[in-house]
Nanobody, 121 residues
């Protein structure tokens, strides 16, 4: 049984930081993890994705490059999304996802967490 659980969302002032966590269970080693977000009025956007098979790096959306960073937890089933210099436009629901490598878009994300809300004001 696959489960993805996000945590760490909340409200923050513009310019502040948040760190989201995603704990997974039941994920096959063939799967990789990534982050999407749903901003009100816009389609879901890939924030940080593993879009190149075999490489350890993440591809970041242009809107978050230089501000957001994904890191691995102490165990392979935990990933973090460190978000710095947050802007009003970053407000939205953030989802941890898992799917067969590579994940290049929404259709590649097989499993979704329940989401965690980030509000920047």
């Amino acid at each position: 049984h696959v489960q993805l659980v996000e945590s760490g969302g909340g409200s923050v002032q513009a310019g502040g930081s948040l760190r989201l966590s995603c704990a997974s269970t039941g994920i096959s080693d063939r799967y990789c993890m990534g982050w999407f977000r749903q901003v009100p009025g816009k389609p879901r956007e890939g924030v940080a994705l593993r879009d190149d098979y075999g490489t350890p790096t993440y591809a970041y959306a242009d809107s978050v490059k230089g501000r957001f960073t994904v890191s691995q937890g102490g165990t392979k089933n935990v990933v973090y999304l460190q978000m710095n210099r947050l802007q009003d436009e970053d407000t939205g629901m953030y989802y941890c996802v898992a799917g067969l490598w590579p994940i290049t878009g929404v259709r590649d994300a097989v499993y979704w967490g329940q989401g965690t809300q980030v509000t920047v004001s």
